[in-house]
């Protein structure tokens, strides 16, 4: 039986889903076109972005960089084939099952060029924060899991909605939940975030020595839930991260200068031009010191049993032990020269005096005589 050439190219679209061999032609070569262009693109942009970002000190610029060599062809060939799939006439199905996948597709690419920038920022802060601050890479941790999480919570949605689920009960469901556990777990989230206020505000440092209430010592160790400090007595004091940022802390290795009131009495027979010659004799001690700012010197009070004088200066230096070795400099050459001077330092004393009795003249009865 013989088989006309209409009867081949019918049986031809038959098998290929009643498109003609052309259109299928077609539509493969846009795909490859796609593919190709794509290639293409990728290799451009990433080259020209990449020399810009190597001129410029920006770091967003390289975050864009390391999302687009995140991107993944076998991902976009989706795309690519739905969007070849036009030149087709293809039956319902298949057409619904490939705007599906080219939907998820998209937005898994997307969630991962969103995922490769936010990790490439947590990453240049971590290395930022390590130079100074050994323990915000535990903190910056938590905030690389907590962008993470939250961007793919966002690409889950998005692409449930893109693909006609209703996602208002699953995102009232997932904001009753969020409560319940934000309300569960409220002081750790509260020590979490306040570790992260103190990484990003910084109010004290890896070996500040700080001040909290009656506390002092070393910071240690600062992490997601609590703060280790390394006391003077050697012991290790703890503290939440929450209560810690709600207390007054004193940071003294921020302090710039440090300034220092000291007094000293002496004795109550020093004469009057003594006692304005040690004003000048202060001044003259501090101002020989190195790092020294010498502020005031002056005669204060009369004490209780000495004469005060008040003595304020600055140092230029928060190191405890130049202040302790400064401070001993000056206690020092006081003393040589008050000694020099013959003037005394006061200690304490007291007076008694004594007044000089009253005579008094005793005279004795006459005895009585029996007449």
Known sequence: MDISAEQVQEQISALLLGNHLTDWLIALGVLAAGIILTLIIKW???TRLDSFAQKTS??????????????HLWILFFPLLLFASGWLELPKGATHTLKALATVAFFLQ??????AIANELTQHSRRRALEKNAAAATSLSAVSFLSKLVIWSVIMLLTLDNLGIDVTALVAGLGVGGVAVALATQNILGDLFASLSIIVDKPFEIGDFIIVNDYL??????GLKTTRIRSLGGEQIIFSNSDLLSSRVRNYKRMQERRVVFSFGVIYQTTADQLEEIPGMIRAIIENLE???FDRAHFAKFGDSSLDFEVV??????DYNIYMN???AINLALVRQFAEKGIVFAYPTRSLFVEAPIPVQVTQPEAKTDS
């Open 313 to 318: 200066y600055y140092l230029n230096s928060s």
């Open 58 to 71: 920006i770091f967003l610029d390289d975050a864009f960089v390391c999302a687009l060599r995140k991107t």
């Open 217 to 222: 010592g070393s910071v240690e160790n600062i």
């Open 44 to 46: 451009v942009v990433i």
């Open 110 to 115: 997307a969630g991962i060029w969103l995922t």
């Open 326 to 328: 400064t401070q001993q």
């Open 291 to 293: 790092a020294t700012r």
